[in-house]
T-cell receptor
Framework: GAVVSQHPSWVICKSGTSVKIECRSLDFQATTMFWYRQFPKQSLMLMATSNEGSKATYEQGVEKDKFLINHASLTLSTLTVTSAHPEDSSFYIC?????????????FGQGTRLTVV | AQSVSQHNHHVILSEAASLELGCNYSYGGTVNLFWYVQYPGQHLQLLLKYFSGDPLVKGIKGFEAEFIKSKFSFNLRKPSVQWSDTAEYFCAVNAGTSYDKVIFGPGTSLSVIP
């Protein structure tokens, strides 16, 4: 199956700093990627749709100036959490769907656990 | 807007008991349906998926699900659970094409008692 890889797997940062999370599709190209966040014991909540070469589309209630998304190539999307605060501590997960023809499911990265102290 | 609901927040079963987890979605058009499992401390794993065809889909680890279009449901079943099935289960849907965003249900926590 397809592989979506995130880096880093975990990160600890100080309050007020910015953190960048990378999401790569390793064996396919993805014009669209999705970013989710998951709080402990909760479900995955879609944050935004990352579009290659254009602006991301944010879900209602997600601050676009706080969660900057850049999809500069067909295999890489980045999520930057700016001026992070403890309430931003969460598990961030990206996904992408390969265009191999026909229906196929989305593939998810292994997630990035962000802890803001 | 699409939404997904799951009937149970937490289910507790003894080993060998049968399992059925309910899932309903709200969307009037074509949908693709999924069940994912997340074991403690691990990332998502796809259990099974439905795109079209036979509404009864079989997945990994002995799980199956039935798509009932008239009821907007996609319930997950397993005839005999094991302790190792203890995990969080998420029903998910994407509307239209498989390239569209996937919306997740709130999840059902399954605890299997040995």
């Amino acid at each position: 199956g397809a592989v979506v890889s995130q880096h880093p797997s975990w990160v600890i940062c100080k309050s007020g700093t910015s953190v960048k999370i990378e999401c790569r599709s390793l064996d396919f190209q993805a014009t669209t990627m999705f970013w989710y966040r998951q709080f402990p014991k909760q479900s995955l909540m879609l944050m935004a749709t990352s579009n290659e070469g254009s602006k991301a589309t944010y879900e209602q209630g997600v601050e676009k100036d706080k969660f900057l998304i850049n999809h500069a190539s067909l295999t890489l999307s980045t999520l930057t959490v700016t001026s992070a605060h403890p309430e931003d501590s969460s598990f961030y997960i990206c996904s992408a769907t390969p265009g191999w023809g026909g229906n196929t499911e989305a593939f998810f990265g292994q997630g990035t656990r962000l802890t803001v102290v | 807007a699409q939404s997904v609901s799951q009937h149970n927040h937490h289910v507790i079963l003894s080993e060998a008991a049968s399992l059925e987890l309910g899932c309903n979605y709200s969307y009037g058009g074509t949908v693709n349906l999924f069940w994912y499992v997340q074991y403690p401390g691990q990332h998502l794993q796809l259990l099974l998926k439905y795109f079209s065809g036979d509404p009864l889909v079989k997945g990994i680890k002995g799980f199956e699900a039935e798509f009932i279009k008239s009821k907007f449901s996609f319930n997950l079943r397993k005839p005999s659970v094991q302790w190792s099935d203890t995990a969080e289960y998420f029903c998910a849907v994407n509307a239209g094409t498989s390239y569209d965003k996937v919306i997740f249900g709130p999840g059902t926590s399954l605890s299997v008692i040995p």
